[in-house]
């Protein structure tokens, strides 16, 4: 099993006829992603690597009921706007790859999913990857392969790096999941380990942090109370 993310996941790219969304598009396909849609306002018509471009996420949704994820490119000025229109939409979770994104917006719009009952990763995040199934985010895909051990970051960088370590050392990744290192996001440390804990087919878990926060602090807590339910390795970067 993974989490978040797998051969079903099916998505809509807001954003995607812009410079970072249209080539992180191609290399998304190129991984296998299945990407239906895309959304820029007013390209409504056009085709991004054979990817049909929509005005909105509602009519991407209605030509394409089946889609259940978004991955947000969109300038950080319009980006809570385009995380609003895919959480009315109905969408089940939301990439946020967009940096920038004034705090107090954040904190709105991460409100306003948890209400809707839909899952939020980022903002200012690498995305989300079951090396094999989906690559919904900016990663490269080559670093990562198939196994059972869950990775939860909140930096990009050593994201790969230890993601592509692991694989040298011949252990595979079930999911990988960079959160983003802004001071609110959608999915913390603790949500994504307790994702990991509850998945029979991740059998460790690697946690990645950053100086700056409580986020690492909070998660040694939350571990302290429910009991070590799977081994936990940690690296503090700062």
């Not at 009315?88 to 990439?95: E, H, P, R, T, Y």
Request: with cysteine.
């Amino acid at each position: 099993m993974t989490v978040l993310v797998d051969s079903e996941t099916r998505v809509v790219v807001q954003g995607i006829t812009g410079r970072e969304g249209s080539f992180h598009t191609k290399a998304m396909l190129s991984y296998g992603t299945k990407i239906l849609a895309g959304v820029t306002p007013g390209k409504g018509g056009t085709t991004i690597e054979g990817v049909p471009v929509y005005d909105n996420v509602m009519e991407a949704v209605r030509k394409h009921p089946e889609l259940n994820t978004s991955i947000i490119f969109v300038p950080s000025r319009f980006a809570a706007d385009a995380v609003y229109e895919a959480i009315d939409a109905g969408l089940d979770l939301i990439v946020v790859i967009t940096e920038g994104i004034p705090v107090h917006e954040t904190m709105k719009f991460v409100r306003y999913a948890k209400i809707n009952g839909v899952t939020i990763i980022g903002p200012n995040c690498p995305g989300v990857i079951s090396p094999g199934e989906s690559k919904v985010g900016i990663m490269p895909g080559h670093v990562f392969s198939k196994g059972r051990v869950g990775i939860v970051s909140r930096s990009g960088t050593l994201t790969y790096e230890i993601s592509e370590a692991l694989s040298l050392a011949g252990f595979g990744q079930s999911t990988v999941v960079g959160i983003g290192g802004d001071p609110i996001t959608g999915l913390d440390f603790i949500d994504v380990v307790e994702m990991f804990f509850n998945d029979v087919d991740t059998r460790g878990v690697v946690v990645v942090g950053e100086i700056g926060g409580d986020a690492e602090e909070r998660l040694a807590s939350y571990i302290k109370s429910v009991g070590l339910r799977k081994p936990i390795i940690a690296f503090i970067a700062g």
